[in-house]
């Protein structure tokens, strides 16, 4: 962001009219529990100590999304990669320091995006109400706002009170992080370790409805399914073909991508399902939510749009909950890359401002 466009956003922040602010869904001071170990978030927990967050951060992030209508997929995957590594506290963001390597650096997370614009908000925030808002909550909310672009209107509602933690491994983001490749078996025990269902697994696969994938990722379904150079038969001929020759000449490349929901890949809608039954699912993790029951019986129902986007929110809050850090636990980051040096909430010699606002 160069200097110019960063005081444009600021002034406009700035002088948001308090009409931007949406009137609260919920009761005021209303609490979720994740039922495990009694951690609590809030409806609006920034009330009083930074009363406009959520309104800046819809804002800010409505106007990068208008820009760029693919934010919201990479907003939306960022957030639920965070929250299978050690919960939702931010740990996806920080950067590598001193050669460790980090989530970002796992190979399924070499194609995550968007951590521009979480920096571009918490830059705001800092100057704003310093040490308050987390990473964490910057992740929930642009998550939500970035879907809810599309709708004029927020979608589901985000608890806050989340706190950053200070710890991210690539070791683990490679072994809790569900692939494409993921059979039912083991996405149905993936989601269950980490408090979900099958019903969320179905709702939340519908994240699919948005966004772009690598040729790489679907190389082994459509281009060596047994190892003989086969496609998997499961798949749709015609949507088979489709693939092929999009892919044919680049399975392995990094850059050519492919619609994961044909035709409808820029509108969050439940397109998604009514493919999938058609067995156009891209990912073998899609295929394979027909090979049960019970979640196929979810995949048919979700074809009607309102029970899915009823059950994609409250999925969504369920997932934003799992293994959070409140209170006294970890910290609030000033720089959303990087623990802070003093544990308590200082700017260290990373901090983004000089990147931001440079050239």
């Known amino acids: 962001m160069t ?64 820009a760029d209508p693919t934010l919201a997929a990479k907003l939306l995957r960022l957030q639920y990669h965070d929250c299978f590594v050690r919960g939702c506290d931010a740990s996806v963001l920080l950067d590598s320091i001193g050669g460790e390597t980090v989530e970002k650096d796992e190979l399924q997370n070499l194609s995550l995006g968007g951590y521009d614009v979480i920096d571009e908000v918490k830059l705001v925030l800092e100057l704003l109400c310093p040490g308050t808002v987390s990473c964490a909550d910057i992740l929930a909310l642009a998550a939500r706002d970035a879907v809810s672009y599309q709708f004029g209107k927020p979608m589901w509602d985000v608890f806050t009170g989340r706190r950053d933690g200070r710890v991210s491994l690539a070791s683990e983001a490679s072994s809790k992080i569900p692939s494409g490749y993921s059979n039912f078996t083991t996405l149905q025990k993936q989601f269950s370790d980490n408090g979900l269902d099958v019903l969320d697994l179905v709702a939340l696969s519908g994240a699919h409805t948005i966004g772009m994938a690598h040729c790489v990722v679907a190389k082994k379904r459509f281009f060596n399914f047994t190892g003989i150079g086969d496609t998997d038969p499961s798949l749709d001929p015609a949507y088979a073909r489709r693939v092929l020759d999009k892919c044919t000449h680049s399975p392995n490349d990094q850059e050519t991508t492919v619609e994961m929901d044909p035709g409808s890949s820029l509108s969050f809608d439940s397109h998604y399902y009514v493919t999938l039954g058609q067995n156009r699912g891209l990912f073998q993790s899609d295929a394979v939510l027909l090979t049960d029951s019970t979640s196929a ?63």
């Open 297 to 359: 019986s979810y995949v048919k129902a979700f074809e009607d749009f309102d029970k899915f986007m009823d059950q994609f929110g409250v999925s969504m809050k369920k997932m934003g909950n799992i293994g959070v850090l409140t209170q006294n636990e970890g910290e609030v980051r000033k720089n959303c890359r990087v623990v802070n040096t003093d544990g308590r909430g200082s700017v260290n010699e990373h901090f983004i401002v000089p990147t931001l606002i440079g050239d």
């Open 3 to 66: 200097q110019s466009n960063f005081l444009a956003v600021l002034f406009t922040v700035l002088f948001l009219p308090i009409a931007a602010v949406p009137a609260r869904t919920l009761d005021n001071g209303k609490e979720y529990d994740n039922g495990n170990k009694g951690d609590k978030l809030h409806e609006h927990f920034y009330s009083e100590s930074c009363p406009l967050v959520e309104a800046i951060v819809r804002h800010m992030i409505w106007i990068r999304v208008a």
